[in-house]
């Protein structure tokens, strides 16, 4: 019984030597490898927990330290009664094994230090208590970018990395006040970006698909890379995006290369691959303009970037990471789902695909060409078939209004918020909505500063295009006359049943009769009659008997 294995466990720490401690915590951790739930007697769990602090104290082998915190890890997953492991001085001891006490970030045992590190990040996870001592009560944060340092020229295991990092985007993301400590550090901002950098600059060979050359990445790096990224999502959410200081241009600057590289990379498996990608666009959601721009480096000579082939060259820009957040995207829209699947799906690419459009003219230019081309077929409602632009239209409905208004921005967008072009490609009924919220309704331009340009309709377009039905967008069949036939006074009798049917449902507030006003948007017919000015009566008037 596990009881007994404790109670044998307990009594060990006390009188047994470190060969019997290694042995007796050794045939636990192997028996509870994939225990995340513990029935045993609060007393006993109590009790070990404060043998093993008092062990991991103590002077002893590091074999020994390593089997004590690794059943400390496996003790940690349980939410609940953490003891003493979540109280200063075990939290302080732990941080010491981990190399996290400031004084000791260069004293570093792989196995125990890993095993450590593990320890705090399910504690910080599962406890208040250790969360505030973590990020404030300690040196901790300092510690671990202390120990960044460390990274470039010295061989530190690759494990330490990434539980380093693990930590620390546990933190940033449970603690908010410790972001603004990294998003005004551009010190230790920096710090991060090499530790990311150095996960693309391995000598792995690359590979090629029929439209990019992919980077092959290690899985180790990859997961690496993805701790940073969450950790740099978190820091850098509410960063400024409009004027920044040359310091920290030069590094969001840098970042977008780094952006473009890890887009461009490829793990051991699609679902990996894809997993790196969802994080590198989640980032991208709160990157600034220069950064952005990274994405699509200069080419001048368009056969060849930095001495290889590239196969997307457009506008004298390479514009392969387009490429990719545009097959990120058609892999979301496919996949679909419901609910809260779908806006935690699409809400990141749809976000950081409207940034990017908005800010860089190339992949706009590019995605316009993949997602609107130019209009041949007009028969069908834009809603009707699988493209993208099918896809997207479809989604103008939703009834998740984060997913319909971020479909909604970037088709707006993609058309140079022209709404003439946006009502052509998806219909005025599907983009009502979003014109209706910018006071469009009447037509006319967005905000945004774009170049101008002229529609290049197809023949097949042009031949149609008087016959489209601009609410649905699309040519649509001559319909009979449903009152041929009927008398005048059918007509009139079937108007006034109509008419009285509209007025009950308005005086009920089932509906409420509009009409576009002055700034673009709808208003309420009774306020806009009660702004007509009627003409002075003539003074004249009132002398008549």
Request: charged share 30%; net charge negative.
């Amino acid at each position: 019984m596990m009881e007994d294995l404790v109670r044998s466990m307990i009594s060990m720490l006390d009188t047994g030597n470190e060969e019997d401690i290694c042995a007796k915590f050794q045939e636990f951790n192997k028996e509870n490898a994939r225990t995340f739930s513990f029935d045993i007697d609060a007393e006993y769990k109590k009790n070990l927990i404060r043998g093993i602090i008092d062990s991991l104290a103590m002077p002893r082998s590091s074999e020994c330290h390593a089997q004590c915190l690794e059943t400390l890890r496996i003790l940690s997953r349980e939410k609940f009664k953490l003891y003493t492991m979540a109280e200063r001085e075990g939290v302080q001891i732990l941080l010491r094994h981990a190399g996290l006490d400031i004084e000791s970030v260069h004293e570093m045992e792989d196995k125990v230090t890993i095993e450590a590190q593990k320890c705090l990040c399910n504690l910080v996870f599962n406890s208040d208590a250790v969360q505030r001592i973590c990020s404030s009560d300690s040196t901790c944060v300092e510690a671990v970018i202390a120990r960044m340092k460390l990274y470039k020229g010295t061989d530190i295991n690759a494990d330490i990395k990434f539980f380093d990092m693990r930590l620390l985007f546990l933190l940033t993301a449970l603690c908010s006040h410790i972001r603004p400590r990294f998003g005004n550090d551009v010190a230790a901002l920096l710090l991060l970006l090499e530790t990311l950098e150095s996960t693309t600059q391995s000598d792995d060979c690359s590979e090629t698909d029929n439209e990019t050359i992919y980077h092959m990445m290690s899985d180790r790096d990859a997961n690496l890379a993805m701790e940073v990224l969450k950790t740099l999502f978190n820091v850098s959410m509410g960063a400024k995006r409009g004027e920044l200081d040359e310091e920290e241009e030069t590094l969001y600057v840098q970042l977008g290369g780094i952006c473009r590289a890890l887009l461009l990379s490829k793990t051991s498996t699609d679902e990996k691959t894809e997993e790196l990608q969802s994080h590198t666009v989640n980032l991208l959601t709160n990157m600034p303009n220069c950064c952005i721009q990274e994405l699509t480096p200069e080419c001048p000579d368009e056969g060849a970037a930095g001495g290889k082939m590239v196969h997307e060259i457009y506008l004298g820009r390479n514009i392969d990471a387009g490429i990719v957040l545009k097959q990120f995207l058609e892999k979301r829209l496919e996949r679909g789902g419901k609910g809260c699947r779908l806006v935690e799906s699409l809400t990141p690419i749809l976000s950081a695909l409207h940034a990017i459009c908005k800010a860089n003219k190339s992949i706009r230019k590019h995605l316009r060409n993949e997602i609107l081309p130019p209009l041949r077929d007009a028969s069908k409602l834009p809603e009707e078939g699988e493209t993208i632009r099918n896809r997207l239209v479809r989604l103008m409905t939703n009834p998740s209004t984060d997913v319909k208004d971020l479909v909604a921005d970037l088709l707006f967008v993609l058309c140079k918020e022209n709404v003439d072009r946006l009502v052509k490609y998806t219909g005025y009924g599907n983009a009502a909505g979003l014109l209706c919220q910018l006071g469009l309704m009447a037509g006319g331009h967005g905000d945004g500063d774009y170049s101008t340009d002229e529609e290049s309709d197809t023949e097949e377009y042009l031949e149609v295009r008087n016959k489209i039905n601009p609410i649905t967008g699309r040519v649509e069949e001559d319909k009979p006359d449903p009152t041929e036939g009927w008398t005048e006074e059918q007509k009139e009798f079937h108007a006034n049943q109509l008419a009285n049917m509209f007025d009950k449902l308005s005086r009920e507030g089932v509906i409420q009769p509009m009409k576009v006003g002055p700034d673009g948007r709808p208003v309420p017919i009774e306020e806009a009659v009660h702004q007509i000015e009627l003409p002075a009566e003539s003074s004249d008037l009132s002398d008549v008997d």
